[in-house]
Nanobody, 120 residues
Framework: QVQLVESGGGLVQPGGSLTLSCAVS????????MGWYRQALWKQRELVAA???????DYADSVKGRFPISRANAENTVYLQMNALKPEDTDVYYC??????????????WGQGTQVTVSS
């Protein structure tokens, strides 16, 4: 069974940094895109950052220049380096990966979510 394993959330002061990581556990090939979304209970889930197989990236305007996304292809892992954090960045962050199962089925996987809290 293929799943995503997220880590790196926590409590940080405003202006601080955190790094989120998301690793694919299991056999997944042809990974087309990897990304991060965030969601608070009272809001819709929104894209934070995404990176595709050609290393093209896409960012929400609110995080451009602060949250670079990167991927380690050999480890099937995507990272989100979160810098200059603000209280409004407080949310649950979800990793997502699009790829292909060993049976050739196209999959869109989601992680379990990791809480990021920015507070003094």
């Amino acid at each position: 069974q293929v799943q995503l394993v997220e880590s790196g959330g926590g409590l940080v002061q405003p202006g601080g940094s955190l790094t989120l990581s998301c690793a694919v556990s299991g056999n997944l090939s042809g990974i087309r895109a990897m990304g991060w979304y965030r969601q608070a209970l009272w809001k819709q889930r929104e894209l934070v950052a995404a990176i595709n197989s050609g290393d093209s990236t896409d960012y929400a305007d609110s995080v451009k220049g602060r949250f670079p996304i990167s991927r380690a292809n050999a480890e099937n892992t995507v990272y989100l380096q979160m810098n200059a954090l603000k209280p409004e960045d407080t949310d649950v962050y979800y990793c997502t990966v699009q790829g292909r199962s060993p049976q050739g089925v196209e999959l869109e996987l989601w992680g379990q979510g990791t809480q990021v809290t920015v507070s003094s």
